[in-house]
């Protein structure tokens, strides 16, 4: 069974700081990995994704997510952060099999921007 | 183009009644998710429709739960009846290809 952790429930980071958010996943081969951020009142929204090929993947906003196989980790980061990222970030799995859509998730981040 | 719309958006029960929450996808998707994030937790997956069809229903926690997407469009989830660990936010996602999921914003459930 595949499953995701997130160890940092909470991270409070200067504006204008740079920016790591850790995901560790457990999963028999390679999966295809997501980061969602949800901000207040709002639906999760899909910062990137891995599926395959390059392991270091840009998204939207500046946020960038490397894949270690090595190290079964899928961290998010951005150079510098702004106040509008506040919000709570999600890492997810999925199996790359037909049928098998289902997403697993982590605990989430909450990251808390401070002047 | 509209996105992933949930309704009602906050829903306060008691224990014993019955709650239907409804998840309207963005037009012409053809997968369905419905998600819950008991408080504090993980986002747990519940079930998969594929048009009207359940592709994977794996993660309905158990019989009280009934969901359902008539013609391939809108869909409900109804919890019949209702207990107190059934509250959370549950979200309903819309796709029409593998990892490109809108979410909804939510509905937030509270079981008193």
């Known amino acids: 069974a595949q499953s995701v952790t997130q160890p940092d429930i909470h991270i409070t980071v200067s504006e204008g700081a740079s920016l790591e958010l850790r995901c560790n996943y457990s999963y028999g081969a390679t999966p295809y990995l997501f980061w969602y951020v949800q901000s207040p009142g709002q639906g999760l929204q899909l910062l990137l994704k891995?599926?395959?090929?390059?392991?270091l993947v840009q998204g939207i906003k500046g946020f960038e997510a490397e894949f270690k196989r090595s190290q079964s980790s899928f961290n998010l980061r951005k150079p510098s952060v702004h106040w509008s990222d506040a919000a709570e970030y999600f890492c997810a799995v999925g199996a790359p099999d037909f049928g098998n859509e289902k997403l697993t998730f982590g605990t989430g981040t909450r990251l808390t921007i401070i002047p | 183009e509209a996105g992933v719309t949930q309704f009602p958006s906050h829903s306060v029960i008691e224990k014993g009644q019955t709650v239907t929450l409804r998840c309207d996808p963005i037009s012409g998707h053809d997968n369905l998710y419905w998600y819950r994030r008991v408080m504090g937790k993980e986002i747990k997956f519940l079930l998969h429709f594929v048009k009207e069809s359940k592709q994977d229903e794996s993660g309905m926690p158990n019989n009280r739960f009934l969901a359902e997407r008539t013609g391939g469009t809108y869909s409900t989830l109804k919890v019949q009846p209702a207990e107190l660990e059934d509250s959370g936010v549950y979200f309903c996602?819309?796709?029409?290809?593998?990892?490109?999921?809108?979410f909804g914003p939510g509905t937030r459930l509270t079981v008193l």
């Open positions: 996602a819309s796709s029409q290809m593998r990892g490109r999921e809108f």
């Open positions: 891995y599926f395959s090929g390059d392991t």
